[in-house]
């Protein structure tokens, strides 16, 4: 069934801004299978990343002066108020809402830190959340600011967001964003090893963390975070791809 309303705050959609969209059609394709579809949309095209019939990522070539990097949207009820709301708490608004025809409306903003989310309402009905995953499908959002307090603080305000925390050891406090009962998010401290401005990190779910580290390195990605445990939740990698767009790998413990 579909969700007429879903609550503020669940990410639904990824997009990928890039320097180079042939040779990252053609390393996503050969790391999770994604088929590239072009469409024309004005000036650049825009590809979609499809799995079969199901899309799972959109690409479009990142503007002048503009770093590559995976960008999140995330619902709200209404994306002006949103972007008017984000701004009063001391965002910057990137882009003013916009529609996308037949599919909803969103806009670009960057929170207290200067980490990019795109806030989204859909057109119609919003799709059913999964339960569990299936390899290529991104699975996980997290946040790496320099401020989780006020981080908290802003996108509890923005989205409704209540926090549970998770003693991460060296990695200090992960706090999990909650939609009601439902995990939306991580947030934490930019942690060691993997460099950069604050920014949400995407991960993909996968069959095997290792193997998919491996290929990715074998297709021109530098490995930041090599496939490491996280104690009773899962595994992890982090990678840039041949453009330097950040990506997390992951499978939890959870789901055989």
Not at 231 to 251: E, H, N
Request: hydrophobic share 40%; net charge negative.
């Amino acid at each position: 069934m579909s969700d007429p309303s879903p609550q503020p705050g669940r990410f639904v959609w990824h997009e990928l801004h890039t320097s180079d969209p042939d040779a990252a059609r053609d390393f996503y394709a050969a790391l999770f299978g994604w088929t590239p579809s072009v469409m024309e949309m004005g000036p650049e095209p825009y590809t979609m990343f499809m799995d079969g019939d199901v899309p799972r990522a959109g690409m479009v070539r990142a503007m002048d002066g503009v770093s590559p990097g995976w960008e999140s949207y995330a619902t709200v009820d209404n994306v002006d108020r949103s972007l008017e709301r984000a701004a009063e708490l001391g965002a910057a608004v990137k882009m003013t809402g916009h529609d996308i025809p037949g599919i909803g409306r969103m806009g670009i903003l960057d929170d207290l830190h200067g980490a990019t989310i795109c806030p989204f309402t859909f057109a119609g009905d919003a799709p059913p959340e999964d339960e569990t995953f299936v390899p290529g499908q991104f699975c996980w959002d997290e946040l790496h600011t320099p401020d989780p307090e006020a981080a908290k603080a802003f996108y509890g305000k923005l989205f409704g967001w209540t926090y549970t925390s998770m003693d991460m050891g060296e990695f200090g406090t992960y706090w999990i964003a909650n939609r009601g009962a439902r995990g939306a998010a991580g947030i934490m401290q930019l942690p060691p090893g993997v460099g950069g401005p604050p920014r949400w990190l995407p991960a993909v779910w996968v069959e095997d963390v290792d193997a998919g580290t491996a290929a990715a390195g074998t297709h021109g990605a530098t490995v930041q975070v090599p496939a490491s445990d996280i104690p009773g939740v899962g595994r992890y990698a982090v990678f840039t791809d041949p453009q330097g767009a950040l990506l997390s790998l992951y499978r939890g413990r959870t789901q055989a």
